[in-house]
């Protein structure tokens, strides 16, 4: 038989917030970020749309797990664009001696221009310096770095000008590789600068301008999608807890056990242990902390002590049935939507039906399925709109618990009647 | 008082009903129940064919519910609701000239009643029907839709407004579309968009309202009116010029 993970219920809400909460909060741990934490992770909400493709720019920019990550990727792409300058020149002039010379001052020049900006920019905000200073710095360490590397740049071209002096008059022996490679360099001149300024750092500063506001703006959403999850859960609180003690149903019970007294005393004791039964299995779930395990079984129970009450004060106008295999009672099942089902089909079904009812709680398992129905002979369903709040609460419940993978479906049944069915997957949430 | 005053008394549940006899018995022994009833029907049924001066009615009853006994039957006798619980219904009964008793019945409490209603020597019984909208109100506060029952093919079922992408009104009925049924209501349009959250639904037409989120193209068509295609849906929605804004470019 397989073994599934059984609920906990903390009062079914602790449960609930964590579901709601939890997935749009988990990761900045119900906290504001600190500005102060360099070496941190960034949320994902707080990245630019085109932020995040890469490793390096889901942290801060100008810290050090940036500059690390960035180098890891960018080192690698200017000492593959200086070699690949490097073997154009040697493949075309057939000189391979000029290779080593030329792919290092390359190479060195690349690697200038990727690094030399950032690094400054970074050994700057480490320092923490107050924000407007340092903005000032970065920008200026970014324009430094620029400056060196167009140095860079043109001491490695006015090196490879000397060497082409030595070829006076000869032509390149263009093949497919020399000829793909110029109209690459042909490009890049026009986009040199452009090139320069990507690498370089430009983006990253531009990026780096617009951390705190993305950050401000990310937790200003937070705290929304926070505050509505504690909205939802403390209506599902309040919904629960009416659930739990409906007054209707109490004050009711009461009335009728007082009208017993006197002339069935009988009945009254039945109707009274009826009751204690059922605020025994509904109570405990009010205090919060008691961590409960809830399978179906416990919920067939809840709901047959609370049917007891009902026919024992309908004096047999009320016939309960419940259909439900060992297997299908063991099975995991989220509290209150099984009592909602069975309150409305008494609310909605039986009571406001002349005569005799019946309600059948039927749950059965098909291979990963869990199936659960609420019958009733009662009223029928009225065609119309209604605000329902109650199924929409069980609604609401299986959609955070399970998504797509749980169903609800309420539908007249052809011999009168309604029937409710919920379907759950058996391997949980 | 006449010493014919008569009353009937509607209760589902027999034993209360009794322990309501007994009570009013000792505290008015010149009434006389004329009617017992345990359901709304015969409550209204009673009533009609034998009018009485005062009616006890519980709220929560079989076949009909007590308010709707009381429309029903018409003004023509003073009425006392019954109920186990409803704190709006006491504010709005508490203005009215008719009584609300809460369950349990204290014997006291009735004692009021029964002296509130020989007091009046029964005159002309108050205008009920105003009162019971005005608490059918109340009772029903206005309340966005979530539910939708109708007839999907010939099972009546209820669908969750989630999964509504169009309402269109085809002749008397508005058709209710979701991605797997297409189900007939008669709530008109006009209610439905009171009742609708407006930033889901988009009322695009006289007989169309959309759901937003489920707008897949929206195109002009030959004569340059909109067209709207939904998911789930294949049949394109006119826009009508007076909605037409709503989908210019931002």
Redesign the interface.
Known sequence: MRRTRPWRDESGLERMDGVRIGAGFASLGGMTFSHDALGDRLPRGVLSDLGGWTLYQSFRAFTWPWLLRRAALFWPLAILVGCVFATWHSAGMGSWLDWPGLAWRACLAGLAAVSVGPLLATFIRHRRLPLAAERVLVVLAILIGLAIALIAAHMASAYHAELMRGYAGRSMNVGLFGRVVSIVLAMSIDASIFALVIAGGGVAAVYYLGERRRIAQHEAHQQVERLRGERDAANMRLAVLQAQVEPHFLFNTLASVRSLIANEPERAAQTVEALGNYLRATLPRLRGGRVEETTLGAQIQLCTGYLDVIAARMAGRLQVRVEASETARAAPFPPFILLTLVENAVTHGIEPKVGPGAIAIIASVDQDQLTVSVEDDGAGLEPGVTSGLGLTNVRAQLLSLFGERATLEIAARPSGGVRARIRIPLDGP | MSAATTALVAE?????R???CAMLAELWPELTIISECE?G?CALEAWTANPPDVAFLDI????L?GLEVARQAGGSAHVVFI????EFAVDAFEAGAVDYL????RAERLAMTVGRLRQRQLPAPIDLDSLIRAFAGRFAPK?????????VGD????I?I?DVLLFKAEDKYVRVATAEHAAH???PLKA?QL?LDPEIFWRVHRNAIVRVSAIRRVKPDEDGRLQIWLDGVSEPIQVSDSFRHRFRPM
């Open positions: 589902d549940e027999a034993p209360q009794r322990e309501l359901d029907l929560r009853m079989p076949g519910n109920t186990a619980y409803d809460l369950k349990p019945i309340q966005e839709i979530s539910w939708i029952t109708a007839s099972i009546v079922r209820m969750s989630d209501i008669r709530t439905l009742q």
